[in-house]
């Protein structure tokens, strides 16, 4: 079965970066993309960007641009997702979830990751 | 690119049905067959209960049902039952090749 396993929780300093990864298993990662979603303590999901696993093609939202970078391994069907200049309002789960190229809906999700920026 | 507009909150009392409406424009919403609903319980990640607008995954109750009429997407629960306490959320691709979530509904069951 499907699994996406995320890496452990993280505390960082305002103005430092963190990169999350995302272990995926069960499926052939090429054949799908990963996209990235985050959720502020007590607030709704923001979705972040994507990225397809086997070009590499990202794209990201609006809000993020300049400031985060997706990235992909395909021989260890791992997904990245840096983002720098923490701020305090970075704080956040973030979760990575599966992309079906033919149908909307991201059908799996990893475990979530807290990232919590202080000052 | 704004959130999609949800209520903040619909309530029923158990075996009643709710709707949970979530609206957006045409370029995202009412432009695509991509819009798909999450159900999220406190401290879990969200799961999938519709996505392309009426399709239900497998091994989600059939309680749970979608639709859309122009810019405005919804959700029914059906038989409403007190599991179905949680957050709920809306998710539309958009013209940008990008994707948007809706503000989130907390359904409470009386």
């Known amino acids: 079965q499907v699994h996406l396993v995320q890496s452990g929780a993280e505390v960082k300093k305002s103005g430092a970066s963190v990169r999350v990864s995302c272990k995926a298993s069960?499926?052939?990662?090429?054949?799908?993309?990963i996209s990235w979603v985050r959720q502020a303590p007590g607030q709704g999901l923001e979705w972040m960007g994507w990225i397809t696993a086997n070009s590499g093609s990202t794209n990201y939202a609006q809000a993020l641009q300049g400031r985060v970078t997706m990235t992909t391994d395909t021989s260890t069907s791992t997904a990245y997702m840096e983002l720098r200049s923490l701020r305090s309002d970075d704080t956040a789960v973030y979760y990575c979830?599966?992309?079906?190229?033919?149908?909307?809906?991201?059908?799996?999700w990893g475990q979530g990751t807290l990232v919590t920026v202080s000052s | 690119q704004s959130a999609l507009t949800q209520p903040a909150s619909v309530s029923g009392s158990p075996g009643q049905s709710i709707t949970i409406s979530c609206t957006g424009t045409s370029s995202d919403v009412g432009g695509y067959k991509y819009v798909s609903w999450y159900q999220q319980h406190p401290g879990k990640a969200p799961k999938l209960v519709i996505y392309?607008?009426?399709k239900r995954p497998s091994g989600v109750s059939n309680r749970f049902s979608g639709s859309k009429s122009a810019n405005t997407a919804s959700l029914t629960i059906s038989g409403l039952q007190a599991e179905d306490e949680a957050d709920y959320y809306c998710?539309?691709?958009?013209?940008?090749?990008?994707?948007?979530f809706g503000t989130g509904t907390k359904v409470t069951v009386l």
């Open positions: 979830a599966r992309v079906d190229y033919d149908s909307s809906g991201f059908h799996y």
């Open positions: 392309d607008v009426i």
């Open positions: 069960g499926y052939t990662f090429t054949s799908h993309g």
């Open positions: 998710s539309s691709y958009t013209s940008s090749s990008t994707y948007v």
